[in-house]
């Protein structure tokens, strides 16, 4: 028997597919327009509304995406839009959302940085660049390398992390496709800690400045003898709340 759909409120068939949530089923319809993968975050209709939402200002901020650094079918930054994009997905990413990132070759963390740390195991400067001593420098060289790969963290309401793949079979590292794939890593370190370091910075409370501009106005007329201390002092308990 069809049931109503919690999102659309047309038919939720178990002949043409349905997921049950919280609060009903979801029609196939639905879950093909959320690009619905099984996510414990996403089980009432008001997570789907929420999804629906999430992939509207999605597609609002890919059809504005203007890479101004470009590492094809890997990591692409729109610095004028603050944006990023990861491979070959329709997705792109504030450079706010972005918490850390790190990368792991054979298993190992050779490089890794992000929000409140420098970077450890190399050095970026200049924007998308070299990675002063290397993204290997300091490791104990090995002549083949079967793994490599960026990983990081996101700020994001239904993509918690990324992972970029850059080596997945047996290289020699004195060959030249490795020496191609390891300046290509260095570009995309550098990019990333770029994106960190543009990242907007808390603002000060002005409540608080306001208040500690007034405390230091009442102390120089104090300080003046234009005010009385005991005056000073209530004013300055008026404003501390105390």
Request: proline share 2%.
């Amino acid at each position: 028997m069809a049931k109503t759909c919690a999102v659309c409120g047309g038919k939720a068939s178990i002949v043409t597919g349905r997921v049950e949530m919280q609060d009903g089923f979801v029609c196939r319809n639905c879950l093909e327009k959320s690009l619905w993968i099984s996510d414990p975050n996403c089980r009432t209709s008001k997570d789907f509304h929420a999804r629906f939402q999430y992939l509207e200002d999605s597609k609002k901020l890919f059809d504005t995406f203007n890479p101004t650094t470009n590492i094809p079918d890997f990591f692409q930054v729109d610095v004028n839009n603050r944006l990023f994009k990861i491979g070959k997905s329709s997705e792109c990413f504030l450079f706010d959302e972005l918490i850390n990132y790190e990368l792991i070759e054979d298993g190992e963390s050779v490089v890794r940085g992000g929000l409140g740390r420098a970077v450890v195991g190399g050095l970026a400067f200049g924007g998308v660049g070299a990675i002063v001593g290397g993204v290997t420098g300091g490791k104990k060289s090995k002549s083949i390398i079967t793994n490599m790969y960026i990983r990081g963290s996101l700020k994001n309401p239904w993509i918690k992390d990324f992972k970029i793949n850059i080596i997945d079979t047996e290289i020699k590292k004195n060959g030249w496709i490795y020496k191609n794939l390891k300046e290509m890593t260095e570009k995309i370190i550098s990019a990333l800690e770029m994106i960190i370091n543009q990242q907007e910075q808390p603002k000060p409370d002005n409540s608080q400045i306001s208040i500690t501009e007034e405390i230091r106005k009442f102390k120089q007329l104090l300080d003046e003898d234009i005010i009385s201390k005991e005056d000073y002092e209530t004013k300055k308990n008026q404003l501390l709340n105390l």
